[in-house]
């Protein structure tokens, strides 16, 4: 059964840097793309960033362009999301979200704070 585990979140000040890194595990093969989303209190989920698991090329949402980057991780079926320059706005709980043959799977979530 396929798995997404994410790590990393916590309290940090406005400014400052968190990485989120991301595993999907449970499966043979490399995922299609890895991505993070968010959802803050009261808001609607939506895309912060994709990697595409074969080429590596990477798309962004406007509001975390030029702060945040996506990568994939060393070992097959990883991802990290490093965040820099972080603002009270990027409070949220952060998915990790694994395409693998079509089927999205999705992780918990890891809540990211950020204190003004």
């Known amino acids: 059964q396929v798995q997404v585990v994410e790590s990393g979140g916590g309290l940090v000040q406005s400014g400052g840097s968190l990485t989120l890194s991301c595993a999907v595990s449970?499966?043979?093969?490399?995922?299609?793309?890895m991505s993070w989303y968010r959802q803050a209190p009261g808001k609607e989920r939506e895309l912060v960033a994709t990697?595409?698991?074969?080429?590596?090329?990477?798309k962004y949402s406007e509001s975390v362009k030029g702060r945040f980057t996506i990568s994939r991780g060393d070992t097959l079926n990883t991802a990290t999301l490093q965040m820099n320059t972080l603002r009270p706005e990027d409070t949220a709980v952060y998915y990790c979200?694994?395409?693998?043959?079509?089927?999205?799977?999705w992780g918990q979530g890891t809540l990211v704070s950020v204190s003004s």
């Open positions: 990697v595409y698991t074969g080429g590596g090329s990477t």
């Open positions: 449970g499966f043979t093969g490399r995922s299609n793309s």
């Open positions: 979200n694994g395409d693998i043959w079509g089927n999205d799977y």
